[in-house]
């Protein structure tokens, strides 16, 4: 039979004895976060009902098997089995409820995500996008990308642009002129 124990507001500690093996269960949650451990200890079977003590330290669980007593020390999601029966004076009994599983509430089962609708074409100022095929056109240039063979990707340039600034300084230029009149620049 599994127990639970309520440490702490969203704080609790189950406990289930399967034959020789106890199963240790610490829980800890607020909104929007959990965290769980478990660990499994080798107790023999249990003879009576644990027993659950808290003080300052952490909760200190008496088990009662054929062996003798066992106890188990837990602070925070720590788990360990204590060599020698600690002292409980001055600590609080907390109650232990009995339970019909040493599992913990599960997260709801999320919904499959579905499928993305498609891309639409992306249009910004004088730019522009798709993504099947990959194209991108800005002005007077183009980029392609062919999906089926990438050998062909190509960037191509309108057959005569007509050159108007300067790609160094900004400045106006026309079609005819080699060099910028301002910075010099070279101008393909």
């Not at 066992?70 to 232990?96: F, K, R």
């Not at 056109?137 to 980029?143: A, F, K, Q, T, V």
């Not at 990707?153 to 009149?181: I, L, M, W, Y």
Request: contains cysteine; negative net charge; glycine residues 8%.
């Amino acid at each position: 039979m599994a127990y639970v124990c309520e440490l702490n507001p969203g704080h609790h500690v189950y406990l289930d004895n399967q034959g020789n093996q106890t199963t240790i269960i610490t829980t800890m949650g607020m909104p929007g976060q959990q965290q769980q451990a478990s660990n499994t200890m080798t107790t023999g079977p249990w003879t009576a009902p644990p027993e659950a003590y808290q003080n300052a330290g952490g909760a200190i669980f008496k088990l009662f098997t054929a062996q003798g007593e066992i106890c188990i020390y837990v602070q925070g999601n720590s788990v360990s089995m204590t060599g020698s029966v600690p002292s409980i004076v001055g600590a609080q009994q907390l109650s232990m409820q009995q339970t019909t599983t040493a599992s913990t509430t599960t997260m709801p089962s999320m919904q499959p995500m579905q499928p993305m609708q498609p891309m639409q074409p992306m249009t910004m100022g004088n730019m522009q996008m798709t993504m099947n095929p990959m194209e991108m056109r800005m002005g007077d240039m183009e980029l392609k990308i062919n999906t089926t063979n990438q050998e062909s990707n190509t960037v191509s340039q309108a057959p005569h642009p007509t050159r108007q600034f300067c790609s160094q300084c900004g400045s106006k230029v026309t079609a005819e002129d080699r060099f910028c009149s301002n910075c010099g620049h070279a101008l393909a």
